[in-house]
């Protein structure tokens, strides 16, 4: 059973700290969400769990069953078990999805030797099949081309094949209509396992109609200000956060990137103005 534990995270981009304090533990067969404003730093913290390197981390220490991910490079993390399900995935053309995912099955294999044909074929075709996706998929190029729901879809279909430890969602259900919706939320649901930790990062509650999550999270102002279970979520998705300012005292904080530019608030995205 998988631990990832996240301790006293302080993250910042461009001298702009974003993430100002996350402590998280997920283990293998639990299931995080969090939830959050605009711009508060819930990507930012999918981002710098996978080492992207426009992200400095300034304190604090992430674990993957007590090795130092920091110390990591990304694909290194990713062989460790760890996943990103991404907000926006990239197009990669001359790439195809099959034998892109292959590569990184092999990668992942401590023998050194290479997944079985005819087993990465009948997997693959039958992921391909649940998730409903086009019978072609193998022979595309990555992403290329894909609406916003194949692209999605296609996320998924890597996390199932992949089979990671800990598997990060980053607003997978954004872009998505009501039946795909229902068709990525059946699938990760079907996946979970003692094995397998999640983290769902989303906006709605609706994503969390389909995939049932044991402890909610809210972020605001880079911290994890309050923590609980269905009935936090069902709450918020009636009353919205200002209930969860007002109970914590909780002003929205501005960046102001200079004296002569309007100030910027953080729910107005501003991880997005500080990455410009």
């Given at each position: 059973?998988?631990?990832?534990?996240?301790?006293?995270?302080?993250?910042?981009?461009?001298?702009?700290?974003?993430?100002?304090?996350?402590?998280?533990?997920?283990?293998?067969?639990?299931?995080h969400a969090i939830m959050g404003p605009n711009g508060t730093g819930k990507s930012t913290l999918a981002s710098v769990i996978m080492g992207h390197?426009?992200?400095?981390?300034?304190?604090?220490?992430?674990t993957l069953d007590g090795a130092d991910v920091l110390s990591m490079s990304t694909d290194e993390r990713a062989r460790a078990g760890l996943f990103?399900?991404?907000?926006?995935?990239?197009?990669?053309?001359?790439?195809?999805?099959?034998?892109?995912?292959?590569?990184?099955?092999?990668?992942?294999?401590?023998?050194?030797?290479?997944?079985?044909?005819?087993?990465?074929?009948?997997?693959?075709?039958?992921?391909?099949?649940?998730?409903?996706?086009?019978?072609?998929?193998?022979?595309?190029?990555?992403?290329?081309?894909?609406?916003?729901?194949?692209?999605?879809?296609?996320?998924?279909?890597?996390?199932?094949?992949l089979k990671p430890s800990i598997a990060i969602l980053d607003e997978i259900d954004s872009g998505l209509d009501v039946d795909a919706l229902k068709?990525?939320?059946?699938?990760?649901?079907?996946?979970?396992?003692?094995?397998?930790?999640?983290?769902?990062?989303?906006?709605?509650?609706?994503?969390?109609?389909?995939?049932?999550?044991?402890?909610?999270?809210?972020?605001?102002?880079?911290?994890?200000?309050?923590?609980?279970?269905?009935?936090?979520?069902?709450?918020?998705?009636?009353?919205?956060?200002?209930?969860?300012?007002?109970?914590?005292?909780?002003?929205?904080?501005?960046?102001?990137?200079?004296?002569?530019?309007?100030?910027?608030?953080?729910?107005?995205?501003?991880?997005?103005?500080?990455?410009?």
């Open positions: 059973m998988a631990t990832l534990e996240i301790k006293n995270l302080h993250a910042s981009v461009n001298d702009i700290e974003i993430l100002k304090g996350i402590n998280l533990t997920i283990k293998g067969g639990e299931t390197p426009r992200y400095s981390v300034t304190q604090g220490t992430i990103l399900g991404m907000q926006a995935p990239a197009e990669v053309p001359g790439v195809t999805n099959s034998d892109f995912i292959k590569t990184a099955i092999n990668a992942k294999r401590e023998d050194g030797s290479s997944v079985p044909l005819f087993k990465f074929i009948r997997e693959y075709d039958k992921a391909v099949q649940d998730l409903k996706m086009r019978e072609d998929l193998p022979h595309r190029f990555l992403n290329d081309g894909f609406s916003g729901g194949e692209k999605k879809r296609n996320e998924i279909l890597q996390m199932r094949m068709v990525v939320g059946e699938n990760v649901t079907g996946m979970k396992n003692d094995d397998l930790g999640l983290l769902l990062i989303t906006h709605y509650q609706r994503l969390l109609d389909y995939i049932t999550a044991d402890n909610v999270h809210v972020m605001m102002q880079g911290k994890i200000v309050k923590s609980g279970g269905s009935d936090l979520m069902e709450t918020i998705d009636q009353d919205g956060y200002d209930w969860i300012k007002e109970e914590l005292g909780i002003e929205d904080e501005k960046v102001v990137p200079d004296e002569d530019e309007e100030p910027v608030l953080l729910e107005s995205c501003a991880t997005k103005e500080a990455t410009k």
